[in-house]
């Protein structure tokens, strides 16, 4: 068995299209009308085609059960959180934030309330950490990472 994608309910397929293509910058593999797959391997579904599809009623449907949240990795969060600042309605988690491990991340809702996070690469985190003088020894226990991965970010 081979897992293949996560499917998140949304209410309404233009005001979710335009947040995660326009937003997050996400690209189109495939459009069913009441289902739409990302290139990130993840796809949003219509509540209603959903709910007919597992012959439940729409209001059976939980709204923000902040008991998962898609993960996206962004080369410049910087610039992604100015970008961010023009984006009316958001509702914040919580600001950027840096994990112990060096990542920069940020989390916030999608229109349907499910939790979005993105995070700087951790090629992004290594670099950044080479580039203010830490040792590859250094950076690799910083961000515990094994020494070959940030090796390979050099």
């Not at 947040?19 to 495939?30: A, D």
């Not at 797959?37 to 709910?51: N, R, T, V």
């Not at 949240?69 to 410049?76: A, G, V």
């Not at 989390?107 to 290594?126: A, K, L, Q, T």
Request: glycine share 4%; proline share 3%.
């Amino acid at each position: 068995m081979k897992f293949k994608c996560p499917l998140i309910v949304v209410n309404n397929m233009h005001v979710a299209r335009n947040f995660y293509e326009n937003i997050l910058n996400q690209k189109v593999k495939y459009d069913f009308g009441e289902n739409v797959m990302y290139e990130g391997d993840f796809a949003i579904q219509l509540k209603s085609h959903f709910a007919n599809m597992i012959t439940i009623n729409q209001g059976d449907i939980a709204i923000k059960p902040n008991n998962f949240e898609l993960y996206f990795e962004e080369e410049n969060i910087d610039s992604f959180i100015e970008r961010l600042k023009n984006t009316n309605g958001l509702k914040y988690i919580h600001n950027l934030i840096e994990h112990p491990w060096g990542q920069k991340v940020i989390r916030f809702y999608d229109p349907d309330m499910h939790i979005i996070e993105v995070g700087e690469s951790m090629e992004s985190v290594v670099k950044r950490f080479l580039s203010q003088g830490l040792s590859v020894e250094e950076t690799a226990k910083r961000t515990q990472h094994p020494i070959e991965f940030v090796r390979k970010c050099l």
